[in-house]
């Protein structure tokens, strides 16, 4: 008797909290299998403006918002901000200019559960002198554009996995933050001032989700993303005729003393899993000039004599902040064993840290999956690490219990002018999101 009640209030809660001002709701694609009375009411009112989804995609993509292009960046902002006012977020706009860039959005909505952070970004690669400018849809289930999937998509994927919350009657059962950024593919510096608002929104937050288009196959997600920083190698010698070179007053020279240090780099580092350090750039002569911002430089030297200077600079890729650490001391010991009459010292920067594949992290990556199969969508596995670069959710990693990334919009070829979205998976994804939220306020 218990049970046939309960099912009968389930029905009437699917059939109250479907948005009566929205368009007729198109069925899903596949029938959902495992969700209870109020899932099936969010996945019904995902359904319910799958088309006011699609048209906000085309709004934004539409507006250039490359990193540099600060108005548009903002517009973008505005645009989003306009819909999060809408659903009662407290909403403000980070100003960019102590480190360089347009700035960020950033919005709140107290609830009673716990806190959790959905991340996006507002910039895009496709700066206003790109020739590619436009959303163009391909056909009934594609459409191509600068960020459609990176990560414009996934923005609209938060806006509307929010707005499925709030129809279904249960966004405030969680605190949530949302943190856009507007220069997540070229970081303003210094990284501390850029990453400050993205830091503490994650301060007591349960899980962060990033909405990152990811490897653009929605059966998987990120569970840990390589951080990247970079080195900088300098070596000197002492310049002398080169026929005097290895003599015990002259020494190797700066070049010897670089080559030295760079095969000891392979030696010691190449055959660790998940480590990879790359030398970009190197300059070495009696007199070298490196413009590091412009990624050139000059360099001048003669055959007879012995090199003076030499700069290298490179990436560094790790796991985790412990392999980081014991990287970044094996290049600093290597580089303190000079050649005669030479001298090395590394600069080690401060990159994109790594996203570590935690227990944590597989536990959420687990609620995603199972929210994925009881939506009839199939498993999400996690993508192995080596394929995934840096992102903005790799800052707060650390910070939080739980994190997962690359759940944003479907599609593939992100950064080129072929970048296409999937949309037929714009209201599952939207769906899953919205799922998992929800089971997160109830996990508690
Ligand atoms: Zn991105």
């Avoid at 919005?107 to 163009?136: K, N, Y």
């Avoid at 030479?342 to 992290?361: K, Q, R, V």
Wanted: charged share 20%; proline share 5%; with cysteine.
């Amino acid at each position: 008797m218990i049970t046939s009640l309960r099912a009968c209030l389930a029905l009437t809660l699917v059939a109250c909290a479907a948005p009566a001002s929205s368009a007729p709701a198109t069925p899903s694609p596949i029938a959902p299998v495992g969700l209870d009375a109020t899932e099936q009411a969010i996945a019904h009112a995902v359904d319910g403006e799958a088309a006011a989804a699609l048209a906000l995609l085309e709004q934004i993509v539409n507006i250039n918002s490359g990193t540099m292009n600060f108005e548009g960046v903002r517009q973008v902002g505005g645009v989003l901000r306009a819909e999060l006012d809408g659903l009662g977020f407290a909403t403000r706009w980070v100003d960019g200019a102590p480190f360089g860039r347009a700035g960020h959005l950033v919005a709140e909505h107290a609830g009673a559960g716990p806190r959790v952070l959905l991340i996006g970004h507002l910039d895009t690669v496709f700066e206003p002198t790109s020739p590619f400018q436009r959303f163009e849809r391909l056909s009934e289930t594609s459409a191509r554009g600068p960020g459609v999937i990176d990560m414009k998509g996934g923005d609209v994927i938060i806006v509307h996995a929010l707005k499925a919350l709030k129809a279904a009657g249960v966004l405030d059962r969680l605190t949530i933050a949302v943190v856009m950024t507007g220069d997540e593919e070229h970081a303003g510096e210094p990284q501390a001032e850029a990453r400050r608002a993205l830091i503490e929104a994650a301060k007591g937050a349960v899980a962060a989700l990033g909405f990152e288009d990811g490897d653009g196959d929605p059966h998987t997600a990120n569970i840990a993303r390589r951080g990247a920083s970079s080195w900088t190698l300098r070596t000197t010698g002492t310049p002398a005729h080169s026929s005097q070179i290895f003599r015990d007053e002259v020494g190797a020279g700066a070049i010897f003393e670089a080559a030295r240090v760079l095969e000891a780099f392979r030696v010691k580092l190449s055959t660790q899993r998940y480590l990879t350090f790359s030398p970009g750039v190197m300059l070495g002569g009696t007199a070298t000039m490196l413009d590091a911002p412009n990624n050139q430089g000059t360099a001048s030297g003669k055959n007879n004599v012995v090199a003076k200077d030499v700069v290298v600079q490179g990436d560094l890729r790790t796991l985790s902040l412990e392999q980081l650490a014991a990287a970044q001391a094996t290049m600093r010991e290597i580089a303190a064993h000079s050649l005669p009459h030479t001298h090395s010292t590394i600069e080690l920067a401060d990159g994109y840290p790594p996203m570590a594949p935690t227990e944590g992290n597989r536990r959420l990556l687990a609620l995603y999956d199972a929210a994925s199969r009881d939506l009839g969508l199939g498993p999400v596995v996690a993508v192995d690490p080596s394929k995934a670069g840096a992102a903005d959710v790799s800052f707060v990693a650390n910070l939080v219990p739980m994190a997962l990334d690359g759940i944003g919009m479907a599609g593939a070829d992100d950064h080129t002018d072929k970048e296409t979205a999937d949309l037929r998976m714009l209201a599952p994804l939207t769906k899953r999101a919205a799922v998992v939220l929800y089971r997160l306020a109830r996990a508690r």
